[in-house]
């Protein structure tokens, strides 16, 4: 029996913005479980549902210890009945029915392995589990019609599950430099998302391209796809146009986190380490010869990988700013998805503020706030400054 006179009790703000969250979270066995179930719900069309789990188990990586009892998360916000069963199960019996139940369950099995192809989403993933097709087997067999993403995701789907490392994710970003500045000298570029918060690893590797003059950056795009399909780089690759200036007069769209960048999602051709030196980046005509040819799929569906293959493929997110946007754009692709989140909350609900990756909209005095730098946009928002590291929400 605890004294509850010895219980630690936790305080926490509500808006994730507010607090500081590391990768050091003291109650991964809480957050995982409620992830899951956010992943679950998300997964089935219960974004609602989704998005209070992902606050609930953020709540709970902000926690500077471990929870030993049900009695010291009282007062602490965005925890809901529902998430607060799931963790007293947890706490009193070692794990959640609940969560257990998920896990095990044939629908959510199947929506997890449809849904790591990438190019496949949850409706996707919905339409060909009623057609009874529940494996990445079943799938090959259906003869359903795939998509170019799809199929190159099938086709690289074991790499594409193996989590990317830091030391991956630096490779590419010393070719995507050679690239940029090959095709426009003087452009820059920086890594984003979970890497710029200092994950070590990672389900894709992101980067946002600028150049210090406006204007300059104006279909750099295609030019640095080109460059790199030409150096056999790229295993695929959409690139989605700049669609910002339809909607320049309009304020910035809190609601949805849509953005209108010029960007590319690609997947990398990425020599091994031992194959990669500290400049060399090309694969020779050779190389990429037998590569292809090994990497073809055939009717049986991909080869399984041989120890002959001195490649892997990585999923990397290119995106292109303006140097007037760069700010937003830089805080709005750094994430975390739940941190970005609870920002343009924060703007809209307690500031009348509309935050996009674009711009900063105050519509009390209906005008854009311009900033250089994220800290001027965290004042904007009248914010302590929140550091990449500390954006783990
Ligand atoms: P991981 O290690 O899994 O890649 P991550 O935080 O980098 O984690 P990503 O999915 O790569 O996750 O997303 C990185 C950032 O880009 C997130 O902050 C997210 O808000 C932003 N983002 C992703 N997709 C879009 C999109 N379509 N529009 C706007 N922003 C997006
Ligand atoms: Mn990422
Ligand atoms: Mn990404």
Redesign the pocket.
């Known amino acids: 029996q605890i004294d509850e006179a010895e219980v630690v009790a936790f305080s926490v703000p509500s808006y994730a913005c507010l607090r500081r969250t590391t990768l050091d979270n003291h109650n991964p066995v809480l957050t995982d479980a409620l992830s899951l179930l956010a992943e679950n719900a998300e997964l089935s069309d219960e974004d609602g549902r989704g998005v209070a789990f992902r606050r609930a188990a953020a709540v709970l990586k902000a926690l500077p210890e471990p929870v030993t009892g049900v009695t010291q998360l009282r007062g602490l916000p965005c925890l809901g009945g529902h998430s607060l069963r799931v963790i007293r199960d947890i706490l009193e019996n070692g794990a959640s029915s609940e969560v257990e139940f998920t896990k095990q369950s044939e629908r959510f099995k199947a929506l997890k392995v449809l849904t790591d192809i990438f190019g496949v989403g949850a409706k996707t993933a919905e339409r060909w589990i009623r057609d009874g097709i529940h494996s990445l087997h079943q799938l090959q067999e259906s003869g359903q019609t795939l998509n170019r993403a799809q199929q190159a995701g099938l086709e690289h789907y074991d790499d594409l599950k193996q989590p990317v490392t830091k030391a991956e994710a630096d490779a590419i970003g010393e070719i995507v430099e050679e690239a940029v500045v090959s095709v426009l000298p003087g452009a820059q570029i920086t890594l ?4 710029r ?1 200092g ?1 070590l ?4 590797v ?1 980067f946002l391209i600028t150049h210090p003059e406006e204007g300059r950056e104006v279909g750099l795009m295609p030019k640095v796809v080109s460059w790199l399909e030409s150096q056999g780089f790229l295993l695929y690759q959409k690139t989605t146009r700049n669609s910002y200036l339809e909607a320049k007069d309009g304020p910035a769209r809190p609601a949805s ?3 209108r960048f010029e960007r590319c999602f690609s997947i990398f051709k990425l020599a091994d380490a031992e194959k990669r030196g500290t400049k060399q980046t090309e694969n020779t005509p050779e190389d990429t010869c037998r590569l292809a040819a090994h990497s073809q799929v055939t009717d049986e569906g991909p080869k399984p990988a041989s120890g002959h293959r001195r490649w892997r493929a990585v999923r990397v ?1 290119l995106v292109v700013s303006p140097i007037s946007q760069f700010a937003f754009a830089l805080l ?6 739940l941190f ?1 989140r609870e920002l343009r909350r924060w703007a809209g609900h307690e500031k009348a503020m509309s935050l996009s ?1 674009h711009a900063l909209y105050d519509n009390k005095q209906g005008r854009y706030l311009k900033a250089t730098s994220e800290e001027e946009i965290f004042t904007y928002l009248g914010l302590e400054y929140i550091p990449p590291s500390e954006r783990n929400a």
């Open positions: 984003i998302g979970g890497f918060r994950k690893t990672g389900h894709d992101d986190n849509m953005d997110d709005g692709w750094t994430g975390s998805k970005e990756s």
